[in-house]
């Protein structure tokens, strides 16, 4: 297959759309990271998804909108909560589980009877969306449990004669995947922590969120059963920023043959070391991660990332650094 690389001037962004409708993938921007598109009522289309990425068949999907009005379309049910979430936080880097409608195929849901639905926040996106016509599933648009892609040329690298198009928009803004929140119960539950935190979400429902850590508890969530974010080299996570530690460890790496590369927040303390900048603040290293890890998996043998951030974005960001590490924490 041929891929295109399209633009967003009217005629192909109507291409885009028409490649949607006819059962293509498009692979597109949103403000966390670019997703790959397949028409939502075409089960042929979605399962292609799982094709293209390699992406394991159990794993559910999110189906994105443009328009808050296609919501009834998709979920079953819209309680009082799930109702104040979409007036006040969407569109927003937020994804909100709800029952499902029988139309939604299984395919989708991964058998479950709740479904994942996101409204992004990107005009690009929602221009796209729009120009298709019909609600669109989305994963990202990487080769399954590689960094995600937080621009178009990253999207190529895994893409490019697997999909019918790739939509040449702007970078990332956020960089990480979006908050996903259950609302399928009376509990509201964060499933998969991102940019929208639980104390915005609270602030909205007027009751505390619930956060799931146990990954076994995440059964019904998008994104979260299986191996990240993963860099082609082996990494070390260090989460209290000793600077002894990670001297000494990066030497050892050394003395075995490695090319290792340090991802801090301050390279001037680690002079003669190979390093690169992980950012100065929790914003700057999520919009970057994904892409640092692309980056750097390119030049280096041995990824050692310092982290030390707090917060809820700190959270967001220590929840994808361990998966990058595969736990590896040093």
């Not at 009082?80 to 195929?105: C, E, G, H, N």
């Not at 995947?177 to 940019?195: A, F, K, N, Q, W």
Request: charged share 15%.
């Amino acid at each position: 297959m041929q891929t295109k690389y399209l633009t967003f001037c009217d005629q192909h962004l109507a291409q885009a759309g028409q490649l949607i409708r006819e059962g293509q993938l498009v692979a597109f921007p949103t403000e966390t990271v670019y997703g790959l598109g397949a028409n939502a009522w075409d089960e042929q289309a979605v399962l292609s998804t799982f094709q293209a990425k390699g992406r394991p068949s159990d794993n559910p999907l999110i189906v994105h909108i443009w328009d808050k009005g296609q919501i009834p379309q998709i979920a079953r049910s819209i309680c009082d909560m799930a109702q104040k979430v979409i007036d006040q936080l969407m569109p927003a880097p937020l994804t909100i589980v709800l029952p499902k409608q029988p139309t939604i195929s299984n395919v989708i849901t991964a058998g479950l009877d709740t479904v994942a639905i996101r409204m992004p926040m990107s005009k690009q996106a929602r221009d796209f969306l729009q120009a298709c016509q019909v609600p669109v599933t989305a994963p990202s648009a990487n080769t399954s449990s590689r960094p995600s892609p937080t621009n178009w040329q990253r999207v190529a690298e895994d893409m490019d004669g697997k999909i019918a198009a790739v939509l040449c928009g702007d970078a990332c803004q956020v960089g990480i995947e979006s908050t996903v929140l259950d609302l399928s119960t009376d509990t509201p539950r964060i499933l998969r922590p991102g940019m929208v935190s639980p104390q915005q979400i609270a602030a909205v429902i007027g009751q505390p969120v619930q956060v799931i850590t146990n990954p076994k508890d995440k059964v019904n969530s998008p994104g979260v059963r299986y191996k990240h974010y993963a860099p082609k080299v082996p990494m070390a996570l260090n989460l209290d920023g000793d600077k002894q530690k990670i001297a000494d460890f990066y030497n050892q790496l050394v003395a075995l043959g490695h090319n290792p590369v340090l991802l801090v927040a301050d390279t001037n303390q680690y002079p003669g070391f190979n390093c690169h900048p992980i950012g100065k603040t929790n914003q700057q290293v999520a919009h970057n991660l994904f892409e640092n890890l692309r980056l750097l998996e390119n030049k280096y043998t041995y990824i050692i990332a310092s982290f030390v951030g707090t917060g809820p974005l700190a959270d967001s960001i220590l929840n994808r650094l361990t998966k990058s590490a595969g736990n590896n924490i040093l």
